[in-house]
């Protein structure tokens, strides 16, 4: 099979299609024929050598797919062989071929098609798993977005409306109007507006890409009770945290990733899985939430989709068509 590897760590150039082996499905996974993949920050981080596979993990990029089912490894009953499906991925996802235990496989969410479903797992079970299971975000609080124009910012402006939040976002400003279009209500430009300003002591949930950067003025949006959910760290990893600001509010502060989660088990990617499909996947049904993709190319044009990403500017996830 064909995927794409990185010759040496660098920049976009260094992502090369060529033959691999093929993936063999272990005890309790499947094998996917893999129909699209998308891009994520981590593989950008992965490609410059920054952010290697877990243990036992796949070293080819990509962390999510879409596809079907070409053989079942063994122990799995609950799958066959055709089935059009989507699937979180520890890695492996840049490729034609991707075995992944069968507790990360979710259907294909209803009204959307095989291609677009590529794009979604990374932004549902992220946002899901933090906003929703670990925030516990409720109807009539107010939820603070960063980056309201990125894959997971998309996804969770939609969300946080569909679940009767008042939704704030920051972004840069020819994409708010966009973000309004996905339900947000608060509108804040990144590059002129201070978010900490206008939402001070005002936010229930702040689900946060930015890290040390705006640590502190997150904790001054927050409400009493507030909780900041940090996933990525776009603006840094260290920052000082003056802990006497979080106790006046009873305010909590934590972080959390997708990737390195446990298979099964409490808190595991399986577990994930199973709530996305049980309780999200009804929102994209009936129209409450639909996915957001700013541009399909091929798997061979990795390099040009990672210099998408780089450059900033997109509206939603960059999906990638394996095959021909
Ligand atoms: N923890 C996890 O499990 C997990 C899983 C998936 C993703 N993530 C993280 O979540 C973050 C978003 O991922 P993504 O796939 O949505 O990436 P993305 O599509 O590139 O979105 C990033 C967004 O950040 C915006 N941004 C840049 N500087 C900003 C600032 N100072 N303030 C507010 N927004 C700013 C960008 O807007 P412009 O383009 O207008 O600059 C862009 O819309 C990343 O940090 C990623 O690593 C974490």
């Excluded at 992502?15 to 094998?31: F, H, I, K, N």
Aim: proline share 6%; aromatic share 2%; charged share 20%.
């Amino acid at each position: 099979m064909r995927a794409i590897t990185i010759t040496e760590p660098g920049g976009p150039d260094v992502l090369a299609l060529v033959d691999q082996p093929e993936p063999r499905p272990s005890t309790g996974e499947v094998l996917l024929d893999v129909v699209a993949t998308a891009v994520n920050r981590a593989d950008l981080l992965q490609r410059q050598g920054h952010y290697p596979s877990p243990p036992g993990a796949s070293e080819i990029l990509g962390l999510e797919c879409s596809g079907r089912v070409a053989e079942l490894g063994e122990g799995v009953t609950d799958l066959q062989i055709g089935d059009e499906v989507c699937a979180l991925l520890a890695g492996g996802g840049y490729a034609e071929r991707v075995a992944v235990p069968a507790g990360q496989v979710m259907p294909v969410p209803p009204g959307v098609d095989l291609v677009t479903a590529g794009g979604l797992p990374e932004v549902t079970c992220t946002v899901w798993s933090t906003v929703v299971t670990g925030a516990r975000l409720a109807a009539g609080e107010v939820f603070l977005v960063h980056g309201g124009s990125g894959g997971i910012g998309t996804h969770a402006i939609q969300v946080g409306a569909a679940l009767g939040a008042h939704v704030a976002t920051t972004a840069s400003a020819t994409a708010l109007p966009q973000c309004a279009e996905l339900g947000a209500q608060t509108l804040i430009d990144y590059r002129e507006q201070d978010f900490a300003e206008i939402l001070q002591g005002k936010v229930d949930v702040v689900l946060d890409n930015m890290g040390a950067k705006y640590l502190q003025r997150n904790i001054t949006a927050l409400a009493p009770g507030g909780r900041l959910v940090v996933i990525g760290m776009q603006g840094g990893s260290t920052a000082e945290l003056d802990l006497g600001s979080l106790l006046v509010k009873r305010a909590s502060v934590a972080a959390a990733g997708l990737r390195g989660r446990p298979v099964d088990g409490p808190g595991s990617k399986s577990e994930i899985c199973r709530e996305v499909t049980r309780l999200l996947w009804p929102m994209f049904a009936d129209g409450r939430v639909r996915p957001v993709t700013h541009a399909t190319l091929p798997l061979a044009e990795a390099a040009e989709a990672h210099r998408m990403m780089a450059a900033g500017g997109h509206h939603g996830k960059i999906v990638l068509i394996a095959g021909d």
